[in-house]
């Protein structure tokens, strides 16, 4: 199978004796496991989408070296608040509520945005700021198509437990953009 590039005489030694002629049948069984040439050629990444909100606390310091593994790319860092959210405390609690849980989140978002840009520019990298708000899976959806590689916190979007390691909103999002997305 052509698709297959460098893994025809891997998969012929493993099943030699045992697949025969079955070979075509046995890599189209397991495409889903081996990687294409395509998939083996490293990208060129020359923007990187960086998104956070309440539940990313902080950026790991490994998040930081694995974006110092492209220097010349720009970094975008987005915190996007939950629209959706501060509607259902406008609808229950009122107006007032919802406009002082807004301010509380652009300012975690302020201090969380700055810290991170900080920390890029210390390494070099060039970077980019904002504070968006909106639905944080289609927002970072919508958004991405502009970007090269998504670098994406597990806990984005929703708490994450011990039987949950990944958020929902994250599981989305991987699932709906075309682009290569690192998981930290």
Same mark, same amino acid.
């Given at each position: 199978?052509?698709?297959?590039?460098?893994?025809?005489?891997?998969?012929? /030694?493993?099943?030699? *004796?045992?697949?025969? *002629?079955?070979?075509?049948? %046995?890599?189209?069984?397991? /495409?889903?496991?081996? =990687?294409?040439? !395509?998939?083996?050629?490293?990208?060129?990444?020359?923007?990187?989408?960086?998104? $956070?909100?309440?539940?990313?606390?902080?950026?790991?310091?490994?998040?930081?070296? %694995? =974006?110092?593994?492209?220097?010349?790319?720009?970094?975008?860092?987005?915190?996007?608040?939950?629209? &959706? %959210?501060?509607?259902?405390?406008? +609808?229950?609690?009122?107006?007032? +509520?919802?406009?002082?849980?807004?301010?509380?989140?652009? !300012?975690?978002?302020?201090?969380? =945005? &700055?810290?991170?840009?900080?920390?890029?520019? /210390? $390494?070099?990298?060039?970077?980019?700021?904002?504070?968006?708000?909106?639905?944080?899976? +289609?927002?970072?959806? +919508?958004?991405?198509? *502009?970007?090269?590689?998504?670098? =994406?916190?597990?806990?984005?979007?929703?708490?994450?437990?011990?039987?949950?390691?990944?958020?929902?909103?994250?599981?989305?999002?991987?699932? *709906?953009?075309?682009?290569?997305?690192?998981?930290?």
């Amino acid at each position: 199978m052509a698709s297959l590039g460098l893994f025809p005489d891997l998969i012929l /030694r493993k099943f030699k *004796n045992i697949a025969g *002629n079955r070979y075509e049948e %046995i890599a189209k069984a397991y /495409r889903e496991f081996l =990687l294409t040439k !395509e998939e083996l050629s490293i990208p060129n990444v020359n923007s990187i989408l960086l998104p $956070l909100d309440r539940y990313v606390k902080k950026v790991p310091e490994g998040v930081y070296e %694995i =974006l110092s593994a492209y220097p010349h790319a720009e970094v975008e860092v987005v915190y996007v608040i939950d629209g &959706e %959210i501060c509607r259902l405390i406008e +609808e229950t609690i009122g107006k007032e +509520e919802a406009k002082l849980f807004r301010e509380r989140e652009e !300012e975690t978002g302020r201090r969380l =945005l &700055e810290s991170v840009g900080w920390a890029l520019s /210390r $390494l070099g990298l060039i970077g980019r700021t904002r504070l968006l708000f909106g639905s944080k899976s +289609e927002v970072v959806e +919508e958004i991405s198509e *502009n970007f090269d590689l998504i670098v =994406l916190s597990r806990h984005y979007g929703a708490e994450t437990t011990k039987t949950h390691p990944v958020s929902t909103v994250v599981l989305r999002i991987m699932q *709906n953009v075309s682009k290569p997305v690192i998981l930290y």
